[in-house]
């Protein structure tokens, strides 16, 4: 494929998801948001492939894939032009429940082919204390309110009783919806976007181009690796406290390095503790994929090519 389409592809990719950002700056009601910018933008597909993401706060992003593919899991066959999507349970891809997901489906004709995302923290999502966190929480349950995959727009039409209904759940429902509507617009700033570029380039075109720059970040990727030396390396972090008695909570890593792949074992870490410090997969695979990139070229485009290694 000529690389120059390639390259436009790739770097408009990056700006779609920029403007994303932009549009949710500027229209976030919360300090968190439109000062602290606790959110971050990304496109996958619906395998949920990480095509492209912004340089937000990277362990948003790493968990994305794994909301994304729950999504399209649970709605396949019911993702229509106009719907969109909510998440925030850590055990279907998201982060904490704090983090609450938009997603937009973008069509290829009457096929959908992609999310435009928006994961962005609240400022207080329900449970047991004011806020965001609790950290005397013993379950998830008391956090906050646990959303699963769930439409709140369908064809185009919010679903009101179930905006009531989270709304009703947290603190500040003028806040919540006001930066919920942020999110929903970045979205759709995404989906405005992608849908140009298909138009300008062609579906066939763009998609071949997507495609090649997956693979191109995958070979940029493994080059870096490779130049590392093999071998089965240990590390150890410590927390020193869980808050309920439980001291030098032990994280270990065994990392495997053989020509260009890498293999990360997190299964000799502490077990789970009666506390909120604890991760679920999609987190905690997230917070690997941000030690990668650090690693590697920061030229090379984080994306599913990326983490193939």
Not at 58 to 72: D, E, K, N
Not at 79 to 100: E, K, S, T
Not at 210 to 223: N, S, Y
């Amino acid at each position: 494929m000529d690389p120059v389409v390639v390259s436009v592809v790739q770097h408009r990719l990056l700006a779609i998801v920029e403007e994303m950002g932009e549009a949710m700056l500027r229209t976030a009601y919360s300090q968190i948001l439109n000062s602290s910018r606790d959110f971050s933008t990304a496109l996958c597909d619906l395998d949920g492939r990480l095509i492209a993401q912004a340089e937000h706060v990277p362990i948003h992003v790493g968990a994305l894939p794994f909301a994304a593919r729950a999504m399209t899991e649970f709605f396949r066959g019911d993702i229509h032009p106009g719907d969109v999507f909510l998440l925030n349970d850590p055990y279907h891809g998201g982060n904490h429940l704090p983090d609450l997901t938009a997603f937009v489906p973008v069509f290829e004709g009457d096929t959908p082919r992609f999310w435009s995302i928006n994961r962005a923290h609240q400022s207080d999502i329900g449970g047991a204390t004011h806020g965001a966190y609790n950290a005397s929480a013993t379950d998830i349950w008391q956090e906050g309110i646990r959303i699963t995959p769930l439409k709140l727009y369908d064809r185009g039409e919010v679903r009101r009783d179930v905006m009531q209904m989270i709304a009703t759940n947290v603190r500040h429902p003028r806040d919540f919806r006001g930066d919920l509507a942020a999110m929903i617009g970045s979205a759709h700033v995404g989906e405005r976007r992608l849908l140009a570029l298909a138009a300008e380039f062609g579906w066939e075109t763009a998609n071949a181009a997507i495609e090649a720059v997956l693979d191109g970040a995958e070979r940029q990727t493994r080059a870096v690796i490779a130049e590392w030396a093999d071998g089965v390396y240990h590390g150890e972090a410590l927390l020193d406290d869980d808050g309920r008695g439980n001291e030098d909570i032990h994280i270990r890593a065994t990392v495997t390095k053989s020509g260009s792949n890498l293999k990360i074992d997190l299964s000799d870490s502490h077990e789970q503790v009666t506390s909120f410090i604890n991760s679920s997969y999609p987190n905690t695979y997230s917070a690997v994929v941000v030690a990668l990139s650090y690693l590697i070229d920061p030229d090379t485009p984080k994306n599913d090519g990326t983490f193939r290694p």
